[in-house]
């Protein structure tokens, strides 16, 4: 089985561009994550999205959007890039509906490191 | 606020056990989650904790106490490939919102 897919793998921003990080989940997971991993430090919580819908908004300005389409793929979008924006987005699926029913863990992408210069 | 701790870097010798500790204060719990990560890679699950106690998986073994706010992973026989990051992260919410600590590097030497 495929893992998680994350395309691209590698991104080269200049400050104030946009992107768009996409994301297809492990057959059968309906929950996709995401988060930003800063060089050195643990992974931080930007997204939750089930079956379309967001469940959880981790603590990252309005520049940060995402939105899963009807076949649990996802798409995370960031505007008005700034250098603090350069890290490694990885994406994560689980079959964890997102409101607490029980504990899957998550399985993550290889992520897609952006550098905004 | 949340807040998990644990140490930034450990070294250990081939064959040797080590330990990696790490401590939270969170607004709820609903379970602690160890992943490993390669340096350039995904982080991969390890092993999930929501009840006091061990667990053991293999050469891996993880323990909870959730009056302490404290977790320990346990890697015994270390081998050349268990090099990598250890990150603790604990879920304090509903569904699988996870807050991380900083990772534990490991670096086993011959």
């Known amino acids: 089985d495929a893992g998680v897919t994350q395309s691209p793998t590698h991104l080269i921003k200049t400050r104030g561009q946009h992107v768009t990080l996409r994301c297809s989940p492990i057959s059968g997971h309906k929950s996709v994550s995401w988060y930003q991993q800063v060089l050195g430090q643990g992974p931080q919580f930007i997204f939750q999205?089930?079956?379309?819908?967001?469940?959880g908004r981790g603590n990252f300005p309005d520049r940060f959007s995402a939105r899963q389409f009807p076949n649990y793929s996802s798409e995370l979008n960031v505007n008005a890039l700034l250098l603090g924006d350069s890290a490694l987005y990885l994406c994560a699926s689980s079959t964890d509906r997102g409101q607490g029913g029980h504990n899957s863990p998550l399985h993550f992408g290889n992520g897609t490191r952006l550098t905004v210069t | 606020g949340q807040n998990i701790d644990q140490p930034t870097e450990m070294t250990a010798t081939e064959g040797a056990i080590v330990q990696i500790n790490c401590t939270y204060q969170t607004s709820g719990f609903n379970g602690l989650f160890w992943y490993q990560q390669h340096a350039g890679e995904a982080p991969t699950f390890l092993s999930y904790?929501?009840?006091?106690g061990l667990e053991e998986k293999g050469r891996f073994s993880s323990f909870l106490s959730r009056s302490k706010g404290y977790s320990y992973l346990l890697l015994k026989e270390l081998q050349m490939k268990d090099s990598a990051s250890y990150l603790c992260a604990v879920n304090s919410a509903a569904g699988n919102k996870l807050t991380f600590g900083g990772g534990t590097r490991v670096l086993v030497k011959p």
């Open positions: 904790n929501v009840l006091d």
């Open positions: 999205y089930y079956e379309k819908e967001e469940r």
